[in-house]
């Protein structure tokens, strides 16, 4: 049967599937119900899973009929910490929690996409691995997966998924070759002096004099050091210290986020930093300690084989003029990246606008945004006519 068919045919059920989901979102690492629903929801369909050891998050094989490759289809299942806004009848049921990044949209989309597959599986040569992720929004989920070896079970020669994108209409996706999202990098530096009475400078050591110009020597990276041609992003957005006026405090702690679009740059940026933080509290007399939490994300970069796969894929589904082809890459983070590290991959965009109306245009991570539900059959289209090609 035709893909566009096989999607269309369970379209009713994946948008009841994917109520259930919206309205019962979960947070990073805590997204048990929706395991629970996702486990269910594979069994009913007769998709074996694999248990590599997490207490949230997926792992369904569907093994073809014919020897082959195997292709990794991975989709996040977690929500945000933000109440929902948009009014809608099957809006979030759990206080202060909400699906606005459209995860809720992805799992729908993976559960009908192996559903499918499955039923289709005697044509496939090869397997297909369905990788629901958990914690995507903080917390490192594609990284837990790893550390669980995920790839033991069966390993994906190339990796594909999608995010939802309200910025492209509904029936239409997006691709972008080459690098697509930013790394992402979260430190803490703390800049330790001496604390004291706030009238006898020649006694202690400021923290926050430090600090403040330490802030400004780290702008100097990005602008005496960096190829200019390179994007990359330093931004403190915290910053605390001291408790009165006239207390020189013993210490600031600042917090920040680094982004670039390349490897290299990435690494060379973490050594500019060290040394800048290290080397600028010991010129003033104090003394910084710069740490990296442990979840840092490394560029999201589309192979430009499996960009163009997509594309083809795409094309011969929706017709070449329902794709878009990015131009600039975002600085937005997105940890699909990290299985990129076990093989090629790339993510593409699915068009979740109603155009015309404004509710669907507000963009995610807003408690606003809607996603129009036609997009859903359009993801599952995509992503099996991929695995039918790939696994041809
Ligand atoms: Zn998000
Ligand atoms: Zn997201």
Redesign the pocket.
Known sequence: METIKLAEKYKNEMIETRRIIHANPELSNKEFETTALIKEKLAESGIETVDIGMKTGVIGIIRGGKPGRTLGIREDIDA?PMPEETGLPFSSKNEGVCH??G?DIHTAVLIYTGKILNEIKDELAGNVMLIFQPA??GGGGAAQMAAHRYYDVLKPDMYVGLHTAPAIPAGSIGVKYGASGGSADSFTITVTGLGGHGAHPENFVSPVTIAAYLITQMETILARENDPRKPAVLTVGSIHGGTKGNIVPDSVVMQGTMRTLDAQLRLDMKAALKRIVEGCCATMRGKGVLEWDADGVPVLYNDENVTQQIYDSAAKLLGEDHIVVGKEPSMGSEDFSVFFDYGPGAQFSLGTQTPGKPETCYG??NARNVFDEDSIPVGVGVLVQIARDYLK
């Open positions: 945000l606005s990044c995860h995507e929004e995610i991570h």
